[in-house]
């Protein structure tokens, strides 16, 4: 690898480029009632080789050729910290090496809140990795058993207090809409979660796979899940949340794969490619109608000037904020100006 791949003027603060490495359903002790690694990740459940593991990175690396923001190596599927301790070692030892070059930033993996050990966080600290990111799912207990998840609310306390303690970043995952799952409980959820002050948290609805336990259920009408509609009013009142307490929020609904939109993939649920879209489009439509009722005057024409990149999130799919206001407020016009004085996710309107 060159020099001109190292990474070089690092802005922390920037979204890293991820390389990402798929371990599906390694690790895992339990088999959740939602779980298909397959059809989430869209590879196989089969172990990497090392060397596959080198050439993937390798090959990831080449699309870019020169970093201004961190460039980190993930480990995704399954859990981590439940592989067999010399294959753990093996993975990041070929990860840590790019790190050593100088080409990667650092090392994420995702795992389960009751995999996690002082003996494994010494060995993720020795191999250079910087973020870990656990699958909390629910801080109910009453919800994770009836997920099957094995394991409880305060696993994942104990857990998020012994990475902190480590000087990782902590990334948390919540799945809203889970069997015994309400408004309620998924709400103290992001309050719970909130508490531990993660430095960033992942929101992904609950949707029903093929060939899942959850399916199951759904076939037998004892679980319903969430509509798309609910399922993006209470990530958007999550967001709200965790926005307020300055965590961020790094991804919303599941990423679109080949397996999970394919006739083996999702079969109900809240389930869209642009979920996250979805969200802050509803975040959007919040702050234009507040601006619109503080208006003092009756309007029939507004202009609303926006970020250039937030211009999609306030017009909403296919103009549907647009048209939402025109019929609340019976206007006859609505201008959409890009500004670059308004700061992102601000709005303003004339």
């Known amino acids: 690898m060159g020099s001109a791949n190292r990474v070089k003027s690092l802005n922390q603060n920037a979204k890293p480029f991820i390389v990402p490495v798929f371990i599906p359903h390694q690790g895992c002790p339990h088999r959740c009632v939602f779980c298909d690694q397959r059809s989430v990740t869209g590879r196989a459940a089969l172990s990497p080789s090392v060397e596959d593991v080198k050439k993937g990175i390798e090959s990831f690396l080449g699309y870019r050729r020169e970093y201004h923001y961190p460039v980190e190596i993930a480990f995704y599927g399954g ?12 993975l990041l030892g070929t990860a840590a090496r790019f790190v ?121 009408g004892a679980y319903i899940p969430l509509t798309l509609e609910q399922a993006v009013m209470i990530t958007k009142k999550l967001l709200y949340l965790f926005d307020g307490c300055g965590i961020c929020v790094i991804r919303m609904g599941l990423q679109s794969t080949e397996s999970l939109s394919g006739p083996e993939g999702v079969i109900s649920g809240p389930f869209h490619p642009s979920f996250g879209h979805l969200v802050r489009s509803a975040v959007f439509l919040d ?62 309107c004339e």
């Open 287 to 348: 702050k234009a109608v507040g601006l619109m009722k503080n208006m003092k005057a009756t309007r029939r024409r507004i202009t609303f000037r926006v970020f250039p990149s937030d211009i999609s999130r306030l017009r909403g799919l296919k103009n549907s904020n647009m048209e939402n206001l025109m019929n609340r407020f019976g206007l006859t016009d609505i201008r959409v100006t890009p500004d670059t004085a308004i700061p992102k996710d601000g709005l303003a």
């Open 100 to 220: 050593h070059r100088g080409v990667v930033h650092g090392i994420r993996l995702s795992t389960r809140p009751d995999t996690i050990n002082r003996q494994e966080l010494d060995l993720l600290k020795e191999q250079s990795v910087t973020t870990v990111e656990l699958g909390a799912q629910s801080m109910n207990d009453r919800v994770l058993s009836a997920s099957n998840r094995g394991h409880t609310a305060s696993d994942t306390v104990k857990a998020v207090r012994l990475v902190k303690d480590y000087g990782f970043k902590v990334g948390l995952q919540i799945m809203p809409g889970l069997p015994c799952d309400t408004e309620e409980t998924m709400l103290d959820t992001g309050k719970k979660i909130a508490l531990l002050r993660p430095d960033m948290v992942r929101i992904y609805p609950t949707v029903v796979l093929k060939n899942t336990r959850l399916a199951r259920l759904f076939e037998q």
């Open 79 to 90: 859990t981590f910290c439940g592989l067999a301790h010399d294959y753990q070692e093996a």
